[in-house]
C-alpha cells in the first residue's frame, strides 16, 4: 500500500546515474560530508574541477566556501583545481554566482554534477536549473547529512519531517514566480522547434 507521504519523497528526494561533467557543484553549508562525496567523485575522474560555493555564515566562523575547500585540500585536491565562490547567501545565490565564476573562467557547463544534502536535493536542482543554460544537464549526487535524514527514513522522527516539510515550503516561495517563465522558455522553444 503506498503511504500518503510517498509523493513529498519523490518529489523532494533526487538522485541520478553518475556520469563524467565538467564540473562538481556544491552548494553551501558546513556538513563535511557534501565536500567528501565531492571529492570521492573528482578522485573517480568525473569531473576536473569543484566549485563549492557560499558568504560567510557567523555559525560557521568564516565562508562556507573556506570551510569546503579546507576540506578538499586536506583531501589532497589540488588548489587549482577547486573554484572559488564566497559571496552566496541561498541557494539560488549559489546557483547563480556558480554560473558567474564558470563564465569568468571560460568553463562552459554542458553537463555538471551537484552534490546536495539528500534532504535539499530537489530545491537545489530547480535553483542550478533556474540560473543555468537551459540546455546544461544536471546529475544529482546526494549525501546524507548530519541528521541521517534519507528517503527512506524522513518521516520517522520529528527532525527529519520539520525538515522535508521546510523544503517543500521553500520550493513553494522560491520558484512561484519561475513557472511563468519557464513555461514561456518551454513554449516558445516548441514552436521554435516545428518551425
Not at 571529492?39 to 576536473?48: E, N
Not at 520539520?162 to 520550493?171: F, S, W
Not at 522558455?185 to 516548441?190: E, H, L, V
Request: hydrophobic share 35%; glycine share 6%; aromatic share 10%.
Amino acid at each position: 500500500m503506498t503511504n500518503p507521504y510517498d509523493c513529498i519523497t519523490d518529489f523532494i528526494f533526487v538522485e541520478n546515474e553518475l556520469a563524467s561533467a565538467d564540473v562538481i557543484l556544491v552548494p553551501g553549508a558546513n556538513h563535511p560530508q557534501l565536500m567528501e562525496k565531492a571529492v570521492s567523485l573528482f578522485k573517480q575522474g568525473l569531473a576536473p574541477y569543484i566549485l563549492p560555493s557560499g558568504g560567510y555564515k557567523p555559525h560557521v566562523g568564516t565562508t562556507e566556501w573556506e570551510y569546503l575547500q579546507n576540506i578538499a585540500v586536506e583531501k589532497g585536491v589540488p588548489e587549482d583545481s577547486i573554484l572559488k565562490e564566497d559571496k552566496a547567501q541561498h541557494t539560488l545565490e549559489n546557483a547563480r554566482f556558480s554560473l558567474e565564476v564558470l563564465k569568468n573562467k571560460g568553463i562552459h557547463p554542458n553537463k555538471v554534477i551537484i552534490v546536495c544534502k539528500a534532504g535539499h536535493s530537489r530545491r537545489a536542482l530547480l535553483c542550478y536549473q533556474a540560473e543555468f543554460p537551459k540546455n546544461t544537464e544536471f546529475i544529482v549526487s546526494p549525501v546524507v547529512d548530519r541528521y541521517g535524514i534519507t528517503k527512506d527514513n524522513w518521516f520517522l522522527s520529528e527532525i527529519g519531517i520539520n525538515r522535508i516539510m521546510t523544503e517543500v515550503e521553500k520550493i513553494g516561495k522560491y520558484f512561484g514566480d519561475f513557472i511563468p517563465n519557464w513555461v514561456q522558455y518551454r513554449y516558445c522553444s516548441t514552436i521554435e522547434d516545428k518551425s
